[in-house]
Each structure stands twice: as C-alpha cells, then as structure tokens.
Nanobody, 121 residues
C-alpha cells in the first residue's frame, strides 16, 4: 500500500517561493501518473503538475513557467517536489500529492493529506 506525506506549505508574500515535498512509502507497483494537485476554496481539485507514463510532464497553464515538478528516486523510494516561484495570491490552496497506478490488488489512486499554501498580496 502506498502512503504519501506532503510538507513545505507555508504563508508567503506574493512574488515569493516555496518548495513542496512529497515522501512516498510502500511499494506502488506500476505507476501511471505521479503529481501535484491543488484545491482552492470553493473550487474543485485541479491538476498543477504531473509526471505521466513515459516520463512526460504536464503543467497547468496557470503555473507554466513559474512551477517546476521534479523527483528523486533512492532505494526504489520516490520523493516528489514542487518548486513554486513568483507566487500569486491565486495560488493559495491546499496542495495534494497523488499517485495513480496498478498492482496485484488492482488499480489504485492514492492521495496525501495535503499541505496549505497561502500567498498574501
């Protein structure tokens, strides 16, 4: 069973930067996508950035050029990062780490508990 733990959320002024981290534990199996989503107050959860099958990266248009997703793989454990630069008040949200894939139990879609990012104007 995969477990995800996010960290790095904070209160920051507009124009500032933050780096989010997602530590994964457990044996995922075959991973289709691994990425970051966010949920702003009163809005649906939306994709921010994700690695897809084949190592491609998808970014939301609203964060292109400002956010960068990256990952480290050590001893078969994956740590996911989201470097966020030039932050805007509209980036304020709870940010979630997510992994989707399949293993011997079937399909899985795992979420972390989320980390709050607040950007003040």
């Amino acid at each position: 069973q995969v477990q995800l733990v996010e960290s790095g959320g904070d209160l920051v002024q507009a124009g500032g930067s933050l780096r989010l981290t997602c530590a994964a534990s457990g044996t995922p199996g075959n991973v289709y996508t691994r990425g970051w989503y966010r949920q702003r107050t009163g809005k649906q959860r939306e994709l921010v950035a994700a690695f897809t099958t084949g190592g491609n990266i998808n970014y939301s248009d609203s964060v292109k050029g400002r956010f960068t997703i990256s990952r480290d793989i050590v001893d078969n454990k994956v740590t996911l990062y989201l470097q966020m630069n030039s932050l805007k008040p509209e980036d304020t949200a709870i940010y979630y780490c997510n992994v989707k894939g399949s293993n011997w139990r079937g399909e899985f879609d795992v979420w972390g508990q989320g980390t709050q990012v607040t950007v003040s104007s």
